[in-house]
């Protein structure tokens, strides 16, 4: 699709709010989820006008869809920044416009926070840290090599995931990261740099994927390899969509810390909360589970995606 063009649920007439969404892009089964939960909750029947689109991981489309939602006088804006930097401008003919901006699941980095109202997400430190203090405990009882795959070079998720797993795993000494790149929260990407890091590192024994998509991709390199991922090398990632899960039911990935994709519904009470004249609180933290294989085994039949 063209990353500027925007797809327009239910009529624009009538006492509908006009919401301009621009997502990241479709890089993850995490991203279809998320995008589901903002497409299927407002609906025209919730009272929504939504103009959604994807920005293709590109933050030029971001700016892009937001200034167009800005022409066309939407009353509120929502979007997820693709990295966190850059945005102070755009965000400003936003306030300019006295158009509402509500963050959903990355941070931006400014100085200026009246430059949005909330940010609704998961505290992706916190992600990384509970990642950090599972394999610690689990795996760092002898020394190890730890190859990271890290998401997008810039983006929130990444920067804090990596942040959270050095924070608690800096006082063991056992654990040592011999390598880290990005494998821009790709399944492809996740492959293709699991299979570089196999070449250069004969003796790599934990993957830390920051999304199950690029722990999904370091599977199949391993396998190319000749390896048995979750036994010869461990894995451990961040998410917990369908196909991470059954990965690590099956034994293939180790320990998933969740990271909840379903913002939709508090994304609409928000910005009904905000319509009504009310107010919300400017940084709102979603509640992520952990799983373990037998964990997993036990929530898939209820997974909702
Ligand atoms: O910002 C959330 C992250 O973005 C998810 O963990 C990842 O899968 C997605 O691409």
């Not at 699709?1 to 993850?28: H, K, L, M, Y």
């Not at 608690?168 to 790709?186: C, H, R, V, Y």
């Amino acid at each position: 699709a063209d990353p500027g063009s925007t797809s327009s649920e239910g009529s624009s007439g009538g006492d509908a709010i006009s919401v301009g969404f621009s997502q990241v892009g479709a890089e993850s089964g995490w991203r279809a989820a998320n995008t589901k939960s903002i497409q299927d909750t407002l609906t025209k029947d919730a009272g929504f006008d939504l103009k959604f689109s994807d920005a293709q991981q590109k933050q030029e489309n971001q700016i892009q869809a937001i200034r167009s939602y800005i022409a066309q006088g939407v009353q509120y804006i929502a979007f997820s920044p693709v990295v966190e930097t850059g945005w102070d401008a755009v965000l400003q003919e936003a306030k300019a416009a006295n158009i509402p901006v509500i963050l959903t699941d990355r941070a931006v980095d400014t100085a200026d926070t009246s430059l949005y109202v909330t940010f609704i997400g998961s505290d992706f430190v916190e992600e990384g840290k509970r990642v950090g203090q599972w394999v610690s405990d689990n795996l760092g009882t002898e020394p190890i090599n730890v190859v990271e795959l890290q998401g997008t070079t810039g983006s929130a998720p990444a920067i804090d995931r990596k942040q959270g797993f050095e924070d608690a795993t800096k006082d063991n000494a056992n654990i040592k990261i011999i390598a880290s790149q990005t494998g821009d929260f790709t399944r492809d990407g996740g492959k293709k740099v699991m299979e570089g890091f196999l070449q250069a590192n004969p003796d790599i024994d934990v993957v830390y994927a920051h999304n199950d998509d690029m722990g999904l991709g370091a599977i199949e390199a391993i396998e190319a390899a000749g390896k048995k991922p979750g036994v010869d090398i461990k894995i451990v990632t961040i998410d917990g969509v369908k196909d991470g899960m059954t990965a690590l039911a099956d034994g293939k990935i180790n320990y998933i810390v969740e990271c909840n994709p379903l913002l939709g519904p508090d994304l609409a009470k928000i910005i009904k909360t905000l319509h009504d004249g009310g107010t919300v609180e400017p940084r709102i933290v979603t509640q992520d589970g952990a799983f373990d294989q037998e964990q997993a085994k036990a929530a898939l039949p209820d997974r909702q995606y």
